[in-house]
């Protein structure tokens, strides 16, 4: 009886030790082919380069699933999505900027010096540039005009163009005196 008992117990060592490495290695494979599914599924969402996805997809295929780390390492950081909502933020930024320079220009429109011709802002009641008295809503539009037909008599453009030429002489001067 002793030498069954012994050989049975024998068989169960036998067996069971089997079972256990037979478990280890399935789970080994459930493993590895999940990650390779979860390297396919993930790389085909961050790249849509070919080369890129193969070089990943066989990191995890030939060598072992342990170098899973390599493919976290060498994968892109952003999804397609991730970048494509990125691209799409930006330019909205972009168009918010224009939308914000155009309310500005709108609201502070940038008129000329009737004496001078400098861009100066509507605001301004003189011009820093020839101290002239700015009248109320000059601007650009409506005096070109009134310059071709010629409304002001020859002697007053005369002296406008004198003017002209007297504040760039001043400019000239504070230059050279500033430097
Ligand atoms: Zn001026």
Partial sequence: ?????????YLIDIVSFEKVIIFW??????????????VVRDITIRSDN?????????????????????YLLIRPSKTLFEKYYSEVENNLDCLWDDIIVKIWENNFKSIHCSNCWEEIKEEFKYCPYCKFKIKPQVLIEEQEPK?????????????TKKSKKKSKKEKRNKNKKDA
């Fill in 1 to 9: 009886m002793d030498t069954w008992n012994a050989i049975f117990n």
């Fill in 25 to 38: 290695i399935l789970y080994f494979f459930v493993i590895w082919i999940s990650i390779i599914v979860w």
């Fill in 50 to 70: 070919v080369f890129m996805q193969i070089i990943s997809i066989l990191t995890v295929l030939l060598l072992t699933p342990f170098w899973i780390f390599l």
């Fill in 147 to 159: 310059k071709k037909k010629g409304k002001k008599s020859p002697e007053e453009s005369k002296e």
